[in-house]
């Protein structure tokens, strides 16, 4: 398997960007069970520009192309959820700085930078049910992988799962934070739809090295 370069991770959010315009829709009607629905707009309007912003100016670096991606997002997306998506590109591409090859250890410190801007941003902690319920559990998962030596592919592979796991305890946890905390104990049994984009952004990452991966075949 070739590296995982800048241009795969131009790859990544572009289809990023394929997975919420196809969920859009899906993504608006679960939201506004409790929200106020435009959650799939948002995230549609988020990884479009990024998309549009990488391939204007793209780098060789993995952490410009993240900090690219959230600043375009910071501008085109400036609702709660696009504020914390922003954010947490912006605190991954700087964790990433100077990087042209995206291995285990960078999709660890992607993760870890995720979760470190989404809590600075959102204040939110574990057990508030929000996306960091998902992001963060993948970043420590991710963390243990990479100080094992595990490659990219099985590290990516490991993380869907945890991800999945992750947002199947979101599901039953009372929000704290957010429009779904407005609802109290109801809350509890419904999903939150930031941590669904959330496993959407592992799912898509798996995607990427899969396609890398396959190009060697």
């Not at 407005?182 to 669904?196: F, I, L, R």
Request: aromatic residues 4%; without cysteine.
């Amino acid at each position: 398997m070739r590296d995982v370069t800048a241009a795969d991770i131009r790859s990544f959010l572009n289809t990023m960007q394929e997975r919420v315009e196809a969920a859009k829709d899906e993504l608006i009607t679960m939201d506004a069970v409790m929200g106020d629905g435009d959650l799939g707009l948002t995230m549609s309007a988020s990884f479009t520009a990024a998309v549009a912003a990488v391939n204007e100016s793209p780098s060789d670096e993995i952490g410009g192309t993240f900090v690219t991606a959230g600043m375009a997002v910071a501008k085109a997306a400036p609702s709660t959820m696009g504020t914390l998506l922003a954010t947490g590109l912006m605190r991954a591409g700087k964790a990433l700085a100077g990087r042209k090859i995206f291995d285990s250890k960078g999709v660890a410190a992607f993760f870890a930078g995720m979760a470190d801007g989404i809590h600075h941003r959102g204040k939110a902690e574990l057990g508030d049910k929000t996306v960091l319920d998902v992001v963060a559990p993948v970043a420590e998962r991710a963390k243990e992988l990479a100080a094992e030596g595990a490659g990219i592919e099985k590290t990516v592979a490991a993380l869907v799962e945890e991800a999945d796991a992750a947002f199947e305890r979101t599901t039953t946890m009372v929000a704290k934070r957010g429009r779904l905390a407005y609802h109290g104990e109801k809350s509890g049994g419904v999903p939150d739809p930031g941590a669904t984009v959330a496993t959407y952004i592992v799912r898509a990452l798996k995607e990427t090295v899969e396609a890398v991966s396959a190009e060697a075949d």
